[in-house]
């Protein structure tokens, strides 16, 4: 009998690139409210900018520091410009920010995180990974970027 494969899009990418689109449909700051909000980071994703975009998650990661969505938006965009490892940084703290409770999260984000936790706990043990993450799942932290 003969195995058939299928090419699948990763859960992770899908899920990024949902979140991409729906963040475009965010609204202006309210007047008075800081011009900085926490789901900024894939506000206007143009991947010719990835450099400023990742400069400016960045920043959004700084105001918003025990925040898990500039996390795990800025692990995304780490992950598009090729570095895995910091983008599994990134997503182990965030999952860990959600375990925490400090701030809510809706369900489809907690799910998203909760998948790019799964996904870098794997790279991490899995022996055909060509660059395993420094993250383990003893330290989900790893060292910040921050």
């Known amino acids: 009998m003969a195995t058939r494969t299928r090419s699948w899009l990763p859960p992770s990418l899908g899920a990024g690139l949902l979140c991409i689109a729906l963040s475009s449909c965010s609204a202006p700051p309210e ?3 800081s011009q900085t909000r926490v789901d900024d980071c894939l506000r206007g994703v143009d ?6 975009l990742l400069k400016h998650c960045d920043a ?3 105001t918003f520091p025990e925040h898990p969505q500039p996390r795990n938006e800025r692990a ?3 992950k598009l410009a090729g570095k895995p490892q910091e983008a599994c940084r990134d997503s182990l703290k965030a999952a860990a920010l ?3 409770g400090k701030h809510q999260v809706d369900a489809l984000m907690r799910d998203e995180i909760d ?4 996904n870098c ?3 991490t043990t899995d022996r055909a990974a060509a660059a ?11 060292s910040d970027r921050d």
């Open 47 to 52: 991947l010719d900018r990835l450099p400023a």
């Open 31 to 33: 007047p008075g409210e």
């Open 115 to 118: 998948l790019r936790r799964r």
């Open 98 to 100: 959600v375990k925490q």
């Open 60 to 62: 959004v990661v700084e």
């Open 76 to 78: 995304l965009l780490l």
């Open 132 to 142: 395993p993450s420094a993250a383990t799942a003893d330290d989900p932290t790893g």
């Open 121 to 123: 706990l794997r790279l």
